[in-house]
């Protein structure tokens, strides 16, 4: 069924288009849906990639920017060459699919543990860094005067939102404590500029080829902020996947990252960045424990979101070996 | 009394099977999902095995720190407490053993397999 209204929604804006095959979805939670297909065109298939809410979903919830927004924002991305898809279209509400958008298909991989370990990424792994820190500096970097609206983020509030969301689980956890206490001691308060911010770079949401990054995806969490925030999620541990001593995700280290970022001409503060590793890896403790919460509360009683909830001792440790790192 | 095989016996038998019978025959999605649901039962089994200890250790550590009897997830609160109005940090004295220790136990059933863990692990 999804193939017949896709069939017809392309047919009205790529010339040439008879139809779409291969529909399947990738991935999908109630409210968001991404799925794959290929449009059929006589000059040869063309790959795509369908991102909604399904009807009968308007507004995005708390954080994310909405589907307008990561249209817009990967658009943007893509005509200031930085790896990111085309968009395609646009979703309009008599097509009946929902809002969202749909975008050019970019092979690759994002699974973090094939890209770290897989021969056919050994030559991208020692180069993935420096690439990164320059993409992330062209994403701060994209015009200002084009960008969508988007919530403004700063290191108070975000330690606000954390603690507010760690509180409502009712469940007492000493390190995250210990973690938030820190955090509230050595706030740097406000950055002294404020960009566009991804706000969920790192292994998963990066298409990654053995020539190595071909697009960033999952513009749900953009927002304006400290543009360090980016250098130091993609730091956290969480995403190394075993390889702990390479802290960017698990490929490479933060000298090549930071270089990366520099030779664009933007300026790095490596204390900031350190802050918000903590920030973050204390956020992913957090949000591994929401998962919980859904788990028990919510629809989807997935065992997979029950084995993510007991995944926040993992950031527990990794808090206290960043602020009470034990000797050996 | 509770008769025999015990709860561990159980799951580890429907374990074995579901990994060498079941597995093999599964592709896609359900694979991953069905090795999401051995990695539960693990988790379970190692929790049978090691949280009595660790809880009975856990509580005897938090009642010499906090000088206060109660229960573990009372004591637990009370010790939350006191890291979030700074009355206790880094610098009392047994605290950063208790909440290494308590730590590390929680990873040895959680996932005894994560390279933090593994590292520190080396260290003790």
Same mark, same amino acid.
């Given at each position: 069924? &999804? *193939? ?46 369908? @991102? ?10 708390? @954080? ?7 249209? !817009? ?29 749909? %975008? ?10 094939? /890209? ?22 062209? /994403? ?14 700063? !290191?108070?509030?975000? /330690? ?41 770079? @790192? ?35 969480? +995403?190394?996947?075993?390889? &702990? ?16 970022? *520099?030779? !664009? ?8 960045? %350190?802050? +918000? ?8 403790? /957090? %949000?591994?424990?929401? %998962? ?37 | 009394?509770?008769? =025999?095989?015990?709860?561990? =016996? ?23 999902? $069905? ?7 693990? #988790?379970?089994?190692?929790? #049978? ?9 856990? $509580? ?11 229960? #573990?997830?009372? $004591? ?10 700074? =009355? ?37």
């Amino acid at each position: 069924m &999804i *193939e017949d209204q896709l069939g017809r929604c392309v047919a009205s804006w790529y010339p040439g288009a008879v139809g779409v095959a291969g529909a399947a979805k990738l991935s999908g939670g109630a409210s968001q849906e991404t799925w794959t297909f290929d449009i059929v065109h006589a000059s040869g298939n063309v790959g795509a990639i369908l @991102r909604r809410a399904p009807p009968g979903y308007g507004a995005s919830p708390g @954080r994310a920017a909405g589907l307008d927004a990561e249209a !817009t924002l990967m658009q943007l991305a893509h005509d200031a060459g930085l790896p990111s898809p085309r968009v395609m279209h646009v979703l309009r509400p008599e097509e009946e699919l929902g809002r969202g958008f749909i %975008m050019q298909r970019i092979e690759g991989e994002t699974i973090a543990r094939k /890209i770290l370990r897989d021969e056919q990424f050994a030559k991208a792994r020692p180069i993935l860094a420096r690439q990164l820190g320059r993409v992330i500096a062209g /994403i701060h970097g994209l015009p200002a005067l084009r960008l969508p609206t988007l919530r403004e983020m700063s !290191t108070t509030r975000e /330690i606000a939102d954390l603690e507010r969301e760690y509180r409502s689980f009712n469940w007492p956890r000493p390190v995250f404590e210990l973690a938030l206490r820190w955090l509230r001691e050595r706030d740097p308060g406000p950055s002294s500029e404020v960009t566009l911010v991804h706000g969920d770079f @790192r292994n998963g949401n990066l298409i990654i080829g053995p020539d190595g990054v071909r697009a960033v995806l999952d513009w749900e969490l953009a927002h304006f902020g400290d543009p360090m925030e980016d250098l130091g999620w993609i730091c956290v541990n969480s +995403w190394r996947f075993g390889e &702990i001593d390479k802290p960017v995700g698990g490929f490479g280290t933060r000298e090549e990252l930071f270089a990366g970022y *520099e030779e !664009t001409g933007r300026k790095v503060d490596a204390d900031r960045v %350190m802050f +918000w590793e903590v920030m973050g890896t204390l956020r992913w403790g /957090i %949000m591994c424990c929401g %998962m919980m919460q859904r788990f028990r509360q919510g629809p989807d009683h997935s065992m997979e979101r029950a084995m993510i909830g007991r995944r926040s001792s993992e950031t527990e440790i990794d808090l206290l070996r960043l602020l009470a790192p034990r000797g050996g | 009394m509770q008769d =025999e095989p015990t709860p561990t =016996e159980l799951i580890k038998a429907v374990v074995d099977f579901l990994r060498n019978e079941i597995a093999p025959d599964i592709k896609g999605h359900n694979a991953f999902k $069905l090795r999401v649901g051995i990695n539960a039962l693990d #988790l379970v089994t190692r929790q #049978l095995a090691l949280a009595d200890g660790s809880d009975a250790a856990e $509580l005897a550590r938090l009642k010499q720190l906090l000088d206060a009897d109660g229960s #573990l997830i009372d $004591l637990n609160r009370v010790l939350s407490e006191k890291i979030a109005t700074g =009355e206790v940090d880094l610098e009392t004295p047994g605290l950063v053993e208790h909440l290494w220790q308590t730590t590390m136990d929680k990873l040895a059933v959680d996932q005894p397999n994560y390279a933090s863990y593994k590292r520190e692990l080396g260290k003790s």
